[in-house]
């Protein structure tokens, strides 16, 4: 199956992330979240305190460098056994691969590295435990080891409450979570009021006379496990056309059950050309589509079927909740 718009095989793999950029944004997000700055303090005070903030930045930068090239020289006993490097490797591929272009990523040196390497350019990269004291300013944190013990339960119930994305298991374990920038209560409450919406917009779809759903189909509409833009995207197809919906599913391995499923499989109405053109039509319709609606994948499987796939998190409140 071809997929479009991904640009993974061109992705250039890099040993180390460009720390420079990785301050900038750093001390950017710092600063954006901590109004003070903008105060009536003295500007001779506000440029100080910058300054210091690039030093330790900097500082933590350099020392990360060093602890990442002492533990790639010493021996087996001092390194991290191989499977954490693999279960990294895994959550940075995932990341890479899913999440949207857009998204900042909060992470600890060692994954923001790891991430950096795997394509993720270091103006999407928030490093934890230097300057920066929360991963608030972020879109998604990666709840490695190192950040689960610097955060505590904080990290759930203040910071990001919902898993999207785990690999691993016991403390070598990543989740890749979502973060609430104006708190757990207010994100869950959300959550909740995108569901109810995504339930109604479901139902509408499967009373649809020219839809067409599967049995497994039918039940992620009717329980509003589905994609607010994939809602909005089937309706506007069946609006042109008669749509046969097979399958939902998300490539999320570990994700919290209150994470909608983010694509979908649209078979071809009988045989023959015309069913293939009609598939390439939605393709084109869909190709045309801009963000939020442009979707992270979609391609013809032969001329049997259509897959459509959004990235990572699922955005909430475009079906009119809060």
């Not at 305190?49 to 021996?75: C, D, N, Q």
């Not at 350019?121 to 920066?132: E, S």
């Not at 049995?215 to 009717?222: E, H, I, K």
């Not at 992270?296 to 990235?311: K, Q």
Request: contains cysteine; glycine residues 10%.
């Amino acid at each position: 199956m071809e997929y479009r718009g991904t640009g993974l095989s061109a992705r250039a793999r890099r040993s180390e992330p460009s720390w420079p950029s990785v301050i900038a944004t750093t001390l950017r997000l710092w600063l954006e979240r901590h109004p003070v700055f903008g105060g009536k303090r003295p500007r001779r005070r506000r440029v100080a305190v910058a300054i210091a903030l690039v030093v330790v930045v900097a500082l933590g930068a350099g020392v990360t460098g060093v602890i990442i090239g002492r533990s790639a020289r010493s021996s087996p006993v001092a390194t991290a056994p191989a499977g954490a490097s693999a279960i990294r490797g895994e959550a940075a591929s995932w990341i890479a691969g899913q999440v949207a272009a857009s998204a900042i990523v909060a992470c600890d040196p060692a994954m923001c590295a790891v991430l950096h390497a795997d394509g993720l350019p270091a103006t999407r990269l928030l490093v934890l435990g230097t300057a920066t004291a929360d991963p608030l300013g972020s879109d998604l944190v990666v709840a490695t080891l190192a950040v689960r013990n610097e955060f505590g339960t904080r990290l759930q119930s203040v910071y990001a409450p919902v898993v999207i994305a785990s690999f691993g298991t016991g403390a070598g374990r990543i989740d890749i979570r979502v973060i609430a920038p104006d708190g757990t209560a207010a994100y869950q409450a959300a959550l909740a009021a995108d569901r109810r919406s995504r339930i109604s917009a479901g139902g509408q779809l499967l009373r649809n006379p020219r839809i067409i759903v599967t049995g497994g189909a039918r039940n992620a509409l009717s329980a509003g496990d589905v994609d607010p833009r994939l809602l909005i995207m089937l309706a506007a197809l069946a609006d042109q056309q008669q749509v046969r919906i097979t399958a939902f599913g998300d490539p999320s391995p570990g994700a919290s059950p209150v994470v909608p499923l983010r694509s979908v499989q649209i078979a071809a109405l009988g045989p023959g050309t015309e069913a293939e053109a009609s598939l390439r039509s939605m393709l084109s319709l869909i190709d045309a589509q801009r963000q939020p609606f442009q979707p992270l994948r979609a391609a013809l499987a032969g001329s049997s079927a259509l897959t459509v796939e959004y990235a990572a998190p699922s955005p909430l409140g475009l079906l009119g909740g809060p």
